[in-house]
């Protein structure tokens, strides 16, 4: 009787320090979709790169990673995984003058870099596109901070002769540790 509550003791011991070792070590994939951010750029007056918008962008990294039962310590990774940008409120706008798009991110005390782009936009009248995403950085050093910085630029084959509203939205890989 007395071995089996030894042994039964030393069992307990041994599958709580295994589930201990398991929980340090278990990681697990999230996708986080960012708020969309919503902007108007004034019509544009000539053919030729515009800037978009340059954006400043309070972060939500905290909440959503919230939303996935993580946190910004237990966070491993966080690259880009999609961008897309929308014209918003228009039955004549489309990105059919549009040649090219590029998106650039940065933040205080981190470099730009360019997120993504789309070239060539392509023909037809489409009011919503996805941006390729050009590398795969690590992007939580930019988005943990309280504010960071979204630039979008286009180049246009003609001018558009009214304010263009424009939606873009993107989402992010994760991978965290319990």
């Known amino acids: ?5 030894i042994l039964t003791i030393l069992a307990s ?11 340090e070590k278990f990681e697990f994939d999230f996708i986080l979709k960012y708020a ?30 919230k ?3 993580a946190s910004i310590d237990r966070l491993l990774s966080l690259t880009p995984k999609r961008f897309y940008l929308e014209i918003l409120d228009s ?18 005390g981190q470099s730009e870099f360019l997120l993504a782009s789309l070239d060539p936009v392509g023909d037809g009248f489409q009011q919503w596109v996805e941006l390729e995403i050009v590398d795969k950085p ?22 558009v002769a009214e304010d263009i509203n424009f939606r873009a939205a993107f989402e992010l890989n994760g991978r965290a540790h319990q």
């Open 1 to 5: 009787m007395r071995t089996f509550s």
């Open 13 to 23: 011991l041994f599958v709580f320090t295994s589930c201990v070792d398991l929980g």
């Open 36 to 65: 969309s951010i919503d902007f108007t750029t004034p019509a544009v007056a000539e053919a030729g790169e515009v800037v978009l918008g340059e954006l400043n962008v309070q972060s939500e990294l905290s909440n959503l990673l």
């Open 67 to 69: 939303d996935q039962d």
């Open 91 to 108: 039955q004549s706008l489309s990105f059919d003058p549009v040649e090219s798009l590029s998106v650039y991110i940065s933040a205080p």
């Open 138 to 159: 690590e992007m939580q050093s930019y988005l943990e901070g309280g504010e960071f910085s979204v630039r979008l630029v286009g180049v246009f084959s003609e001018p």
